[in-house]
């Protein structure tokens, strides 16, 4: 598997979503309350940018006249013809056994736990291919890190 960095947890805050290219794949981050969600960016019914819809919540009935609005924030609706989509499974809610969007776990891990080398260089920052002396530094923060298997 390919381990994916994203970057800093902080820059995605709750109610918020930011669109990744992870090898080849266009893939969106919710931050859901404090815990991050991960979706494919692109809807099954005609290739939409899936991530660009709104995210909204459940709503369940346990009769007539009952109304349950419940998850909210765990629902996302393409916007260009308001599929939605269950941002933990990625299952449809119309289909869900046949219709569904690939969902991927996201880590949240301190820097100490990433190798030197994946950590996201600054944006206009290249590597070279000479390294100076080092010195240790106390970094603090948590990364988002995807893995992605073979599909």
Request: negative net charge; contains cysteine; proline residues 11%.
């Given at each position: 598997m390919?381990?994916?960095?994203?970057?800093p947890a902080a820059e995605i805050p709750p109610g918020e979503n930011r669109v990744f290219d992870v090898g080849g794949r266009e893939?969106?981050?919710?931050?859901?309350?404090?815990e991050f969600l991960a979706l494919r960016n692109r809807c099954p019914h005609q290739?939409?940018?899936?991530c660009e819809g709104v995210a909204v919540g459940a709503l369940t009935?346990?009769?007539?006249?009952e109304y349950?609005?419940?998850?909210?924030?765990?629902?996302?609706?393409?916007?260009?013809?308001?599929?939605?989509?269950?941002?933990?499974?990625?299952?449809?809610?119309f289909d869900p056994e046949r219709q569904r969007v690939r969902a991927y776990d996201v880590q949240v891990l301190p820097i100490e736990?990433?190798?030197?080398?994946?950590?996201?260089?600054?944006?206009?920052?290249?590597?070279?291919?000479?390294?100076?002396?080092?010195?240790?530094?106390?970094?603090?923060?948590?990364?988002?890190?995807?893995?992605?298997?073979?599909v």
């Amino acid at each position: 598997m390919a381990r994916h960095v994203l970057c800093p947890a902080a820059e995605i805050p709750p109610g918020e979503n930011r669109v990744f290219d992870v090898g080849g794949r266009e893939i969106g981050v919710y931050n859901v309350d404090g815990e991050f969600l991960a979706l494919r960016n692109r809807c099954p019914h005609q290739g939409g940018p899936l991530c660009e819809g709104v995210a909204v919540g459940a709503l369940t009935s346990g009769g007539p006249g009952e109304y349950i609005y419940e998850r909210p924030g765990e629902v996302i609706r393409c916007p260009w013809h308001a599929w939605e989509f269950d941002l933990r499974t990625g299952r449809s809610w119309f289909d869900p056994e046949r219709q569904r969007v690939r969902a991927y776990d996201v880590q949240v891990l301190p820097i100490e736990a990433l190798a030197e080398d994946e950590v996201p260089p600054r944006p206009g920052m290249l590597p070279g291919p000479y390294r100076a002396e080092t010195i240790p530094v106390e970094v603090e923060g948590q990364y988002l890190v995807i893995e992605l298997g073979r599909v």
